[in-house]
């Protein structure tokens, strides 16, 4: 059975930074792809980012571009997140992602196959 675990959330000041990691198990990592999504209270699920399965390519979303970075690493069956200049309005809780589709983007939760169960990002003014 798959299983997604996030950790490294918290609270940080804006500005600040935080690397977000998950850790996959029961599948074979490195044929899926992996993304991160927030939801915030009230809104709706939103992609962040997904990277390649051999980690040479990463799709973000405008909102981050420049101050998110994913990478993963194969051989520990992990993705990372590490966000800079965290902003008030990065403040969500943060799920990652597993998808067996492999053409075209990938920014729509129904197009992935597993889910954590989240981690909290709070971003203080």
């Known amino acids: 059975q798959a299983q997604l675990v996030e950790s490294g959330g918290g609270l940080v000041q804006a500005g600040g930074s935080l690397r977000l990691s998950c850790a996959a198990s029961?599948?074979?990592?490195?044929?899926?792809?992996m993304g991160w999504f927030r939801q915030a209270p009230g809104k709706e699920r939103e992609f962040v980012a997904y990277?390649?399965?051999?980690?040479?390519?990463?799709y973000y979303v405008a909102s981050v571009k420049g101050r998110f970075t994913i990478s993963r690493d194969n051989a520990k069956n992990t993705v990372f997140l590490q966000m800079n200049s965290l902003k008030p309005e990065d403040t969500a809780v943060y799920y990652c992602?597993?998808?067996?589709?492999?053409?075209?983007?990938?920014?729509?939760?129904?197009?992935?196959?597993?889910w954590g169960q989240g981690t909290q990002v709070t971003v203080s003014s």
């Open positions: 990277i390649s399965r051999s980690g040479g390519y990463g």
């Open positions: 029961g599948l074979a990592f490195s044929t899926y792809r």
């Open positions: 992602a597993a998808t067996s589709r492999l053409g075209g983007n990938t920014p729509k939760p129904d197009e992935y196959n597993y």
